[in-house]
């Protein structure tokens, strides 16, 4: 197995369990997920609306090795399906993404969006209970109001550990289009949701009313010809966000400068190398995913066929190009027609931004250290899944002759496709959604 | 509802002691808001070791129960045993300064600065300061946020070690991690500047402003000037130019739009905090930057503070600053590209024509009241014409009157109805200004063409503004003007006009008084009882009841009283209800007003609020404030408790057949 550091510094270890579902319905398809600031937890949202917490194990001086297994904290259903009656639209409960608050105090706060509404969720312990009633005895049976000659004040008991996830804030009627992301300002008061063509700005305390600080929406409806597909805010700086556009360009906006953000101040984008032009051209080079990095000097895109990292000092053409499924370049016609050219894959950054991960078909994920140029490819499945073993990474052929252990392109399966992962903050575990099943990966622990 | 063995006291108290964790929110937030009954019915002993105890842990319920709570315990000294106990409450309190919703976090801030003064210094050492560093110390950010709002309770009143230490805890947070504590103690650093000693608000105070007005975060640096206001204030003349001046010049021109926002809309009082001299220098030169900012939002601001601004200058150098630096960037301001900076410009424009005297405001100000009534945006029109007042002292509204009027019309006509109502609303204002004769020439057609508005809204707002009139020209301007066009309109093809006449009548007839409702009114509305249309005739039963009162008996009982018993058989439904209601109002006021004032007042409940929606229901204004003196009286005859049970025994309609 020792070939594998060759790829990377870091041998990735399944644990134990799969968090999945047994049923496979559409609902159990995980939509998104996401470690918190600390990492200890990992939120998913699903087609259902539904989402899950997980926690992670505390370490335990007996059993060193187990230190990492996350259990399932708290589920609860986030959003239904709803139906818009004045534009006759159905609006899907689907869980689009989730972001973390920064812990403020002993509860957990994250906020979820569906397509129309982003909801801001506690997630809180109780481990006490009032007991003792004046108007009821212990059985609960009402007491006769007669025989009361004493009043008695309930006593907090304790009981068992009881997680409670409450909806403390919900921002609705505010998105025409359907919202593609949601990120918090570092300033922790407000934060922007997205659509196809607007970002608004929220205070997180205030529900009713929302900033309208981009807007691409052209007058006539006809000349649209870009829409916004992901926006984050600069992990410092409480002033900069970064929106990429389905034309694969990156427009960095300084909220110091204007209340209005329709003027950006950077432009990001790679001029087109016309020998490569075809018909897909422009449906591949829309971007998918845009990531600041951790220390804010970097943006990672994702379009079709590559990752992409900038540096925001550079406008005209990115640092880093990495290929994902460069193989993939001669099956776009059937890609096409079979509507995977549209899957939006995600992209993620580890916690030094030395390593980025992103998914690919037939339930793989590669990943790209930038410091020794390798990359892997690794698969997320159940047979490879043993306890304790390491991931092996696979091969796509491309040519004519197949070795051992090589996938051919032809043999890929296009409907497990790996979109949503994320990586831990600080350490090398990852989690994976491939469908209705979330792999955590770790790395080898010594 | 207790037996004989139990003490029938003690189940109320009960029941709200079970319900404090009842599963309707309601109920818990009822029993919460009764929480000084049932600590009363506890005693002061059992308060402080029962109750209390379990309030500190009911940290999981909803906002409005844990507002409710944390309001109740900053009242509740005198129910844990007085001052001597006063610590008690810390507990709950300090749990509750640590929840994350801000405004239950802020009233249990609020709560522990009242009970903070209840405390001896000692108790204040021993108990209260000690819970201050630990919410300053804390974890997580919301308990260091709430010791920010503390500092300045427990300062003045504490040894000069224990001092030492809360300036420390004070410029530890300062410098936080979170921008949320940042934001927290940039929100107090003038409310804590004030209470400490000079030495220190230069020491100390001010470095931890000048950090603060450069935070990296845009929502500190826009807090830090707000502080600016209370630091300078404190400071002695002399250094403000050292302390504060540079602070202040780099937040007016900081990169931050709205860092510049919050100087522009402080502006006023910065003004008064630093001074003539520093104004005269420092200010101005600013406040002219502001008024051609490149952000909108700023120099709508900005625009905002353009006539306090002036007021506020130094009396000797005023006119000439005005006339120099601020009206060239005001005459900019007037054409700007952004409607809302235009509009708030418009909105205090007029207010300069009194600083600035007739001679500078006919050759300086007018053109500019002229472009801004000719302006696209119909807000900006309206600002204008809201303050007309100011010029009228001035250089009287004549000056204005040629391009007034065209634009009082063009509003008048204006495509979009909430701007027509904008502009009826200050009719009445313009009539004044303007005077009788003007407004017979040129405004009343307006006036009587807005009740044939197709917009409902138009057509009310439009009767109003009659009434307005009338009560402002008086009856027989109304008789010689007025009714005359609204009676006309009793036959017009329209059944909403028609509807509109009766409108006017109920509006108009007491202004208007008892002669011309029973001679001129009166006969219109009893034709209109053989209209065609329904919604007609029971609008006359409506009227006629509302009319009743400014009518004497005579003809109440010859005339209305039997349109109305005829409208009472009436074919239609709703005609034949308003038609009763309106028998029975009119017979109770008369009787009312015949003399069983008293009887009535001891059946009505005992609400004052009450009485009067009932009244007006009735169609008896002029009797309102009467019953309201029969029902004090009243009081002074039961108990309270009593009259609370009959309340709801009571039923309007048992009221009406007295």
Same mark, same amino acid.
């Given at each position: 197995m020792k070939c594998f550091s060759r790829y990377l510094p870091y041998l990735f270890r399944p644990p134990s369990t799969i968090l999945s579902s047994t049923c496979h319905t559409e609902a159990d398809i995980i939509s998104t997920v996401e470690f918190n600031s600390s990492g200890e937890l990992l939120a998913t949202g699903d087609k259902g609306g539904r989402v899950v917490v997980f926690q992670r194990e505390q370490e335990s001086k007996s059993q060193p090795q187990r230190r990492g297994e996350y259990n399932v904290y708290s589920t609860?259903?986030?959003?239904?399906?709803?139906?818009? $009656?004045?534009?006759s639209l159905e609006i899907e409960e689907k869980i689009n993404k989730i972001k973390w608050l920064p812990q403020q105090n002993a509860a957990y706060f994250l906020l979820s969006t569906n397509d129309k509404t982003v909801k801001l969720w506690k997630i809180s312990e109780r481990d006490k209970r009032p007991e003792g009633y004046n108007l009821k005895?212990?059985?609960?049976?009402?007491?006769?109001?007669?025989?009361?000659?004493?009043?008695?004040?309930?006593?907090?008991?304790?009981?068992?550990?009881?997680?409670?996830?409450?909806?403390?804030?919900?921002?609705?009627?505010?998105?025409?289009?359907?919202?593609?992301?949601?990120?918090?300002?570092?300033?922790?008061?407000? $934060?922007?949701?997205?659509?196809?063509?607007?970002?608004?700005?929220?205070?997180?305390?205030?529900?009713?009313?929302?900033?309208?600080i981009v807007d691409i929406k052209p007058a006539n409806m006809e000349e649209l010809t870009e829409v916004i597909t992901s926006a984050e805010f600069h992990p410092q700086q409480c002033h900069t966000f970064a929106y990429s556009s389905s034309k694969g360009s990156i427009r960095l906006c300084d909220m110091r400068q204007a209340a209005l953000c329709d003027k950006h101040c950077k432009y990001f984008e790679e001029p087109e190398d016309p020998s490569t032009r075809s018909f897909f051209s422009e449906i591949i080079s829309s971007i998918s995913d845009v990531k600041f990095s951790h220390n804010g000097r970097y943006l990672m895109t994702r379009d079709y066929l590559t990752v992409k990292v900038w540096d925001l000092q550079m406008e005209n053409k990115p640092l880093e190009t990495y290929q994902v499924h460069d193989y993939l370049r001669g099956k776009l016609c059937s890609l096409y027609e079979n509507d995977c050219i549209f899957d939006k894959f995600e992209c993620v950054w580890n916690g030094s931004d030395s390593v980025i991960m992103t998914g690919s078909y037939n339930n793989f994920f590669r990943m790209f250290d930038r410091n020794t140029k390798r990359d892997v490819t690794l698969e997320a499945s159940r047979e490879n899944s043993k306890p304790r073993a390491i991931l092996k990474p696979r091969k796509v052929c491309v040519g004519g002759k197949r070795r051992k252990d090589e996938i051919s392109v032809d043999s890929l399966d296009f409907s497990k496709k790996i979109l949503h992962t994320t990586w831990h903050p600080h350490e090398n575990i990852i989690a994976v959604a491939a469908t209705n099943n979330l792999y955590i990966f770790q790395d080898k622990v010594n | 509802m207790a037996g004989?063995?139990?003490?029938?006291?003690?189940?109320?108290?009960?029941?709200?002691?079970?319900?404090?964790?009842?599963?309707?929110?309601?109920?818990? *937030?009822?029993?919460?808001?009764?929480?000084?009954?049932?600590?009363?019915?506890?005693?002061?002993?059992?308060?402080?070791t029962e109750l209390l105890p379990f309030l500190t842990d009911t940290i999981y319920d909803e906002d409005e129960v844990l507002l409710a709570l944390a309001e109740q315990l900053g009242n509740f000294t005198m129910l844990v045993g007085g001052p001597e106990y006063v610590h008690c409450l810390l507990p709950p309190l300090e749990s509750? !300064?640590?929840?994350?919703?801000?405004?239950?976090?802020?009233? !249990?801030?609020?709560?522990?600065?009242?009970?903070?003064?209840?405390?001896?210094?000692?108790?204040?050492?021993?108990?209260f300061e000690p819970l201050v560093k630990r919410l300053a110390s804390g974890d997580w950010f919301t308990s260091r946020t709430s010791a920010c709002g503390l500092f300045s309770v427990c300062y003045p009143r504490v040894s000069s070690t224990v001092k030492a230490e809360i300036r420390q805890h004070f410029r530890t947070l300062c410098s936080d991690d979170t921008p949320m504590v940042r934001r927290a103690a940039a929100s107090k650093l003038g409310e804590f500047a004030k209470v400490l000693e000079l030495d220190y608000v230069k020491s100390?105070?001010?470095?931890?402003?000048?950090?603060?007005?450069?935070?990296?975060?845009?929502?500190?640096?826009? *807090? !830090?000037?707000?502080?600016c206001v209370s630091i300078a204030t404190l400071l002695p003349q002399e250094d403000l130019e050292t302390l504060v001046m540079p602070t202040l010049r780099q937040a007016a021109e900081d990169k931050s739009w709205r860092v510049r926002y919050m100087v522009a809309d402080k502006f006023s009082e910065l003004q008064k905090a630093v001074g003539p001299e520093i104004t005269k220098n420092d200010l101005v030169p600013a406040f002219q930057n502001l008024l051609k900012d490149c952000e909108a939002e700023v120099r709508a601001a900005a625009a905002n503070k353009v006539k306090e601004f002036c007021e506020n200058l130094p009396e000797d150098s005023r006119e000439q600053i005005i006339m120099t630096h601020i009206l060239p960037c005001v005459k900019e301001l007037v054409s700007d590209t952004n409607q809302h900076v235009k509009s708030a410009l418009a909105s205090v424009i007029m207010g300069l024509s009194t600083i600035l005297g007739k001679d500078n405001t006919i050759e300086h100000l007018l053109p500019l009241f002229l472009a801004q009534l000719k302006d696209e945006c119909p807000e900006v029109r309206l600002n204008i014409i809201s303050?007309?007042?100011?010029v009228n002292e001035v250089i009287g509204i004549r000056q204005l009157s040629q391009s007034l009027l065209p634009a009082i019309v063009e509003l008048a006509e204006d495509a979009k109805w909430r701007v027509r109502l904008a502009i009826i609303e200050y009719m009445p204002l313009l009539a004044g200004q303007l005077g009788v004769e003007f407004f017979d020439e040129k405004l009343n057609t307006l006036c009587m063409a807005w009740l044939i508005d197709h917009v409902y809204a138009i057509r009310e707002a439009a009767t109003c503004n009659l009434m307005k009139l009338v009560e402002k020209f008086g009856a027989e301007w109304a008789q010689n003007t007025i009714v005359p066009k609204v009676l006309g309109m009793a036959n017009d093809p329209n059944y909403l006009h028609r509807m509109t006449t009766l409108f006017c009548i109920n509006a108009l007839s007491e202004a208007c008084g008892q002669d011309i409702t029973t001679k001129q009114m009166l006969p219109v509305v009893l034709k209109m009882s053989n209209d065609q249309v329904a919604n007609v005739r029971f609008n006359v039963a409506k009227s006629l009841q509302k009319i009743g009162p400014v009518l004497d008996s005579n003809a109440l009982q010859s005339e209305v009283k039997p349109v109305l018993e005829k409208l009472a058989t009436d074919t239609d439904m709703d005609v034949k209800y308003f038609a009763q209601e309106a028998i029975s109002g009119t017979a109770a006021a008369k009787q009312i007003i015949f003399g069983i004032l008293h009887l009535t007042a001891l059946i009505l409940p005992p609400n004052p609020e009450w009485t009067t929606t009932h009244l007006y229901s009735l169609g008896m204004f002029q009797v309102e404030l009467v019953l309201v003196d029969q029902y004090k009286a009243v009081l002074g005859v039961h108990s309270l408790h009593h009259l609370t049970v009959q309340e709801g025994a009571l039923q309007p309609r048992q009221a009406q057949a007295v």
């Amino acid at each position: 197995m020792k070939c594998f550091s060759r790829y990377l510094p870091y041998l990735f270890r399944p644990p134990s369990t799969i968090l999945s579902s047994t049923c496979h319905t559409e609902a159990d398809i995980i939509s998104t997920v996401e470690f918190n600031s600390s990492g200890e937890l990992l939120a998913t949202g699903d087609k259902g609306g539904r989402v899950v917490v997980f926690q992670r194990e505390q370490e335990s001086k007996s059993q060193p090795q187990r230190r990492g297994e996350y259990n399932v904290y708290s589920t609860f259903q986030s959003h239904e399906p709803e139906f818009d $009656y004045l534009k006759s639209l159905e609006i899907e409960e689907k869980i689009n993404k989730i972001k973390w608050l920064p812990q403020q105090n002993a509860a957990y706060f994250l906020l979820s969006t569906n397509d129309k509404t982003v909801k801001l969720w506690k997630i809180s312990e109780r481990d006490k209970r009032p007991e003792g009633y004046n108007l009821k005895d212990e059985d609960g049976r009402i007491r006769n109001p007669s025989t009361i000659t004493s009043l008695r004040v309930p006593v907090l008991q304790p009981m068992d550990l009881m997680v409670e996830a409450t909806a403390r804030r919900v921002f609705s009627n505010a998105h025409t289009y359907h919202i593609n992301s949601i990120s918090v300002n570092s300033d922790l008061q407000t $934060y922007i949701s997205t659509d196809d063509l607007r970002v608004n700005l929220w205070n997180l305390e205030i529900t009713d009313r929302s900033f309208n600080i981009v807007d691409i929406k052209p007058a006539n409806m006809e000349e649209l010809t870009e829409v916004i597909t992901s926006a984050e805010f600069h992990p410092q700086q409480c002033h900069t966000f970064a929106y990429s556009s389905s034309k694969g360009s990156i427009r960095l906006c300084d909220m110091r400068q204007a209340a209005l953000c329709d003027k950006h101040c950077k432009y990001f984008e790679e001029p087109e190398d016309p020998s490569t032009r075809s018909f897909f051209s422009e449906i591949i080079s829309s971007i998918s995913d845009v990531k600041f990095s951790h220390n804010g000097r970097y943006l990672m895109t994702r379009d079709y066929l590559t990752v992409k990292v900038w540096d925001l000092q550079m406008e005209n053409k990115p640092l880093e190009t990495y290929q994902v499924h460069d193989y993939l370049r001669g099956k776009l016609c059937s890609l096409y027609e079979n509507d995977c050219i549209f899957d939006k894959f995600e992209c993620v950054w580890n916690g030094s931004d030395s390593v980025i991960m992103t998914g690919s078909y037939n339930n793989f994920f590669r990943m790209f250290d930038r410091n020794t140029k390798r990359d892997v490819t690794l698969e997320a499945s159940r047979e490879n899944s043993k306890p304790r073993a390491i991931l092996k990474p696979r091969k796509v052929c491309v040519g004519g002759k197949r070795r051992k252990d090589e996938i051919s392109v032809d043999s890929l399966d296009f409907s497990k496709k790996i979109l949503h992962t994320t990586w831990h903050p600080h350490e090398n575990i990852i989690a994976v959604a491939a469908t209705n099943n979330l792999y955590i990966f770790q790395d080898k622990v010594n | 509802m207790a037996g004989a063995d139990g003490d029938d006291s003690l189940y109320p108290i009960a029941v709200l002691i079970d319900e404090l964790r009842n599963e309707d929110v309601q109920l818990r *937030l009822n029993s919460i808001k009764k929480l000084s009954t049932i600590a009363l019915a506890l005693g002061v002993e059992r308060t402080r070791t029962e109750l209390l105890p379990f309030l500190t842990d009911t940290i999981y319920d909803e906002d409005e129960v844990l507002l409710a709570l944390a309001e109740q315990l900053g009242n509740f000294t005198m129910l844990v045993g007085g001052p001597e106990y006063v610590h008690c409450l810390l507990p709950p309190l300090e749990s509750l !300064a640590t929840v994350e919703e801000t405004v239950v976090r802020d009233k !249990a801030v609020e709560s522990l600065r009242k009970i903070s003064q209840e405390h001896s210094p000692v108790d204040l050492e021993v108990h209260f300061e000690p819970l201050v560093k630990r919410l300053a110390s804390g974890d997580w950010f919301t308990s260091r946020t709430s010791a920010c709002g503390l500092f300045s309770v427990c300062y003045p009143r504490v040894s000069s070690t224990v001092k030492a230490e809360i300036r420390q805890h004070f410029r530890t947070l300062c410098s936080d991690d979170t921008p949320m504590v940042r934001r927290a103690a940039a929100s107090k650093l003038g409310e804590f500047a004030k209470v400490l000693e000079l030495d220190y608000v230069k020491s100390d105070i001010i470095s931890l402003f000048t950090a603060l007005a450069s935070d990296e975060q845009d929502s500190v640096r826009l *807090l !830090a000037v707000e502080a600016c206001v209370s630091i300078a204030t404190l400071l002695p003349q002399e250094d403000l130019e050292t302390l504060v001046m540079p602070t202040l010049r780099q937040a007016a021109e900081d990169k931050s739009w709205r860092v510049r926002y919050m100087v522009a809309d402080k502006f006023s009082e910065l003004q008064k905090a630093v001074g003539p001299e520093i104004t005269k220098n420092d200010l101005v030169p600013a406040f002219q930057n502001l008024l051609k900012d490149c952000e909108a939002e700023v120099r709508a601001a900005a625009a905002n503070k353009v006539k306090e601004f002036c007021e506020n200058l130094p009396e000797d150098s005023r006119e000439q600053i005005i006339m120099t630096h601020i009206l060239p960037c005001v005459k900019e301001l007037v054409s700007d590209t952004n409607q809302h900076v235009k509009s708030a410009l418009a909105s205090v424009i007029m207010g300069l024509s009194t600083i600035l005297g007739k001679d500078n405001t006919i050759e300086h100000l007018l053109p500019l009241f002229l472009a801004q009534l000719k302006d696209e945006c119909p807000e900006v029109r309206l600002n204008i014409i809201s303050n007309l007042d100011c010029v009228n002292e001035v250089i009287g509204i004549r000056q204005l009157s040629q391009s007034l009027l065209p634009a009082i019309v063009e509003l008048a006509e204006d495509a979009k109805w909430r701007v027509r109502l904008a502009i009826i609303e200050y009719m009445p204002l313009l009539a004044g200004q303007l005077g009788v004769e003007f407004f017979d020439e040129k405004l009343n057609t307006l006036c009587m063409a807005w009740l044939i508005d197709h917009v409902y809204a138009i057509r009310e707002a439009a009767t109003c503004n009659l009434m307005k009139l009338v009560e402002k020209f008086g009856a027989e301007w109304a008789q010689n003007t007025i009714v005359p066009k609204v009676l006309g309109m009793a036959n017009d093809p329209n059944y909403l006009h028609r509807m509109t006449t009766l409108f006017c009548i109920n509006a108009l007839s007491e202004a208007c008084g008892q002669d011309i409702t029973t001679k001129q009114m009166l006969p219109v509305v009893l034709k209109m009882s053989n209209d065609q249309v329904a919604n007609v005739r029971f609008n006359v039963a409506k009227s006629l009841q509302k009319i009743g009162p400014v009518l004497d008996s005579n003809a109440l009982q010859s005339e209305v009283k039997p349109v109305l018993e005829k409208l009472a058989t009436d074919t239609d439904m709703d005609v034949k209800y308003f038609a009763q209601e309106a028998i029975s109002g009119t017979a109770a006021a008369k009787q009312i007003i015949f003399g069983i004032l008293h009887l009535t007042a001891l059946i009505l409940p005992p609400n004052p609020e009450w009485t009067t929606t009932h009244l007006y229901s009735l169609g008896m204004f002029q009797v309102e404030l009467v019953l309201v003196d029969q029902y004090k009286a009243v009081l002074g005859v039961h108990s309270l408790h009593h009259l609370t049970v009959q309340e709801g025994a009571l039923q309007p309609r048992q009221a009406q057949a007295v």
